[in-house]
């Protein structure tokens, strides 16, 4: 009995890890500040490929995925100064140039890197309950999804930078008048959430086979995540990714993973057929 129970637990944390680290970049440019990010795969798929990178390069796993990381992030700095900036009162133009990015990075890595890319070996041992062998590093990546969860919201609630940053995504002509560096703020925001994306490859590299279109599997979920959870993404992504979690991970305990995805995207429809603001939303209105 204690066995089921813990593999439900394990398969529910896999799920809501997975959703979480996919998410957390896009909650905060999509979320907060508007921008469609159609390359939101390509900046993960860069995480994973500057972690391997660094890790045959002979740096330590924890060591190379802080360089996929700050690559990333890095590198949506430098996409939201020169190309994203004009785009933040143009949600559709947004879609068409991240849409394009997302072509480019793919389409580049293909070119110069081939379609596959040496990949990094799963860490960590296995352990069992019962009958059942888990991945210990499987835990790590739960344990990982709570540190960004917390780390989202105690930069963003609890510390001035935050508070600028909500200021200036609700009312950026206020923000600036009062004494905001709108650009700065704008630039880091989004350099946080390209590096939440490229964290989130590097925790996912020694999971995966690493090809150029390996972002795409994470896409779906990381966008479904941020609509169920609302307008207020640090207020409604940790609920979603809990109720889609332990759906999804019912469904493949029960069904297989098929079944599984068709479920999840089948909640996600009724879940905002019932709650249109979200999770968000709905936990709004019933504090007030």
């Not at 921008?35 to 190379?64: D, K, R």
């Not at 997302?102 to 890197?113: C, F, R």
């Not at 510390?159 to 002509?173: D, E, I, K, L, S």
């Amino acid at each position: 009995m204690f066995a089921d129970s813990f593999s439900y637990f394990y398969q529910f944390a896999d799920v809501f890890a997975f959703l979480v680290l996919s998410a957390a970049g896009l909650a905060i440019i999509f979320g907060m500040m508007g921008i469609i990010n159609l390359a939101h795969g390509e900046f993960i798929m860069c995480g994973v490929y500057v972690t391997s990178a660094a890790y045959h390069a002979g740096l330590p796993l924890p060591m190379a995925q802080a360089c996929g990381a700050i690559a990333a992030g890095l590198i949506g700095v430098l996409l939201e100064v020169t190309i994203i900036r004009p785009l933040y009162s143009r949600p559709l133009d947004s879609l068409l140039v991240t849409w394009g990015i997302s072509l480019v990075a793919t389409q580049g890595t293909l070119i110069v890197l081939g379609s596959t890319f040496p990949g990094v070996g799963m860490p960590g041992h296995s352990f069992s309950v019962g009958d059942y062998s888990f991945s210990s590093y499987r835990m790590v990546l739960f344990a990982a999804s709570l540190c960004v969860l917390g780390f989202v919201y105690v930069l963003f609630m609890r510390t001035r930078f935050g508070v600028h940053a909500r200021a200036t995504m609700q009312n950026p002509r206020m923000a600036q008048a009062l004494g905001v560096r709108k650009g700065v703020i704008y630039a880091v925001s989004f350099g946080i959430g390209t590096g939440l994306a490229g964290l989130c490859g590097a925790l996912y590299a020694p999971t995966m086979n690493l090809i150029p279109t390996m972002g795409a599997s994470f896409l779906v979920e990381a966008f479904v995540t941020v609509v169920v959870g609302g307008a207020n993404v640090l207020l409604g992504t940790a609920p979603a990714a809990i109720a889609l979690g332990v759906i999804r991970a019912g469904l493949n305990a029960w069904y297989g993973q098929v079944i599984g995805q068709i479920g999840l995207l089948i909640a996600v429809v009724l879940i905002i057929r019932v709650l249109p603001d979200g999770f968000s939303g709905w936990l709004t209105r019933r504090s007030s």
